[in-house]
């Protein structure tokens, strides 16, 4: 196997693309299966259109995200392309849209053009739209379909926090409100996700919910109880209060599923960016910068003892715990990078929700860091 991984951060959408795409392909060969990672300052179709133009008929997945991560830090504006060669690859990919509207149906279709390939082994990209609703159906239906035979990873996409649109791709084309997904068999390759996070106070219980808004919390309008548990918050520091002290909910791993709080409504309803099922225990979480920076390394590091010879990783590190690091996100990039290997290349993402696996199967997660460490089977 071949690998190439270029970025670019010209503003010409077709220049970026071509230029990262033909960079890539230098290194890796002719493509069996091309990563394709944008940012929203791109008309998405020119950059699409210049990547495949380079790439030819090689499968592609990828999608627009909030920031691309190199190794040389995060692009708010770039185009970033991870090429993979060599005849022992197998990949399969399907682009299904509708997401919103029929979550299970979409994880189910996504599943049988996967299956339809015959290939019984791998790791699975999951590249949803990050917002879409019942994302987590989409990642269980896709599982139940395709079993535990599968690695399963990726994240949401996502923009520079416009919250307006996002896009998704394979080599059939570009769409929003969809998943974008790959199937990848023939390498060496292993998956670790961790956070950080970790939990204060007596546990909570969720009560009332409508979707991705909690509407009580131990028995209190939601806002009242969240406030309450940390001594009192004004309003108007929600979005700084819930960056910082996130829900997380325990689960059979020893972990905890990580949910991220985003606004609050008159009726002191907490809108998250996830859905949070009723009726389930959970916990304010603390997440000191010290500690997420050291679990993406122990993430990175675990990974990439698991690969004799590594020649790649991928990444999907949510957006918000680049937002909290600030410029601290600097160091935890270092430590990937040492984590695995200075001179293996790197491409990533900043997600708006991660899909990954503690114990078996896969679960869709928020504040999280997940990664993919890829080479040659010897």
Known sequence: MKVGIAYNTVENSHHAGEEAAKEAVISSGKPALTFLFTTDSYDQEAVFTSVKEVVGDSRIVGFCCGGVITSDGVLTQGVGVCTLSGSELRVATSLQKGLSNAPQTVGERAAKDLLASGIDNGVIFVLPDGFGANISEVVYRLYDSMGPDFKYIGGCAGDNLRFFKTYQFTEAGVESDAVAVALLDGLAIQTAIGHGWNPIGAPLIIGNVDGKKVIEIDGERAFDAYSRRLGGIPLDKFHEYGMKYPLGF????????????????????????????????????????????????????????????????????????????????????????????????????????????????????????TIVVGGSKK
């Open 250 to 369: 325990p689960n059979i791993s020893g972990s905890y599923l990580i949910r991220d709080p985003l606004t609050v409504n008159p009726d002191k309803s907490i809108n998250f960016v996830t859905e949070i099922p009723p009726n389930v225990v959970g916990y304010i979480m603390e997440g000191k910068v010290s500690n997420l920076i050291k679990a993406a390394g122990w993430v990175a590091k675990t990974s990439a003892q698991k690969v004799s010879q590594p020649q790649f990783a991928l990444c999907f590190d949510c957006i918000s715990r680049y937002l909290l690091m600030g410029k601290k996100f600097e160091k935890e990039l270092e430590i990937i990078t040492e984590s695995i290997g200075k001179d293996i290349p790197i491409l990533g993402a900043l997600t708006f929700g991660e899909v990954g696996s503690y114990a078996g199967t896969p679960l869709f997660h928020n504040k999280t860091f």
